[in-house]
């Protein structure tokens, strides 16, 4: 079975970058559509951003318009979330999987990112 595995978190000062990336083992991700969510203490896991297969189509919530990138490189078998400008309301544990909850993966540990201001 496919298992995801999210790295790449840290903490950085607000207005700093990260890029995460998201792996598979088990199999590849170029199989799927693929999307990044956080998780916020106390809050429910939102979806961020998402690629398509061919990665030709993204979208991003407003929230982070303009200052995440989602992108997949499908020879390295992964999909990274290239972050600028953070800000301390992004401070969450990220996740990646597919968009849709239908067929979902199992989900990863994820990666912990802390934007200090």
């Known amino acids: 079975q496919v298992q995801l595995q999210e790295s790449g978190g840290g903490l950085v000062q607000a207005g700093e970058s990260l890029r995460l990336s998201c792996t598979a083992s088990g199999g590849t991700l170029s199989k799927y559509a693929m999307a990044w969510f956080r998780q916020a203490p106390g809050k429910e896991r939102q979806f961020v951003a998402g690629i398509d297969r061919s990665g030709s189509s993204t979208w991003h919530v407003n929230s982070v318009k303009g200052r995440f990138t989602i992108s997949r490189d499908t020879v390295k078998n992964t999909v990274d979330l290239q972050m600028n400008s953070l800000k301390p309301e992004d401070t969450a544990v990220y996740y990646c999987?597919?968009?849709?909850?239908?067929?979902?993966?199992?989900w990863g540990q994820g990666t912990q990112v802390t934007v200090s201001s």
């Open positions: 999987n597919l968009p849709d909850s239908a067929g979902r993966l199992p």
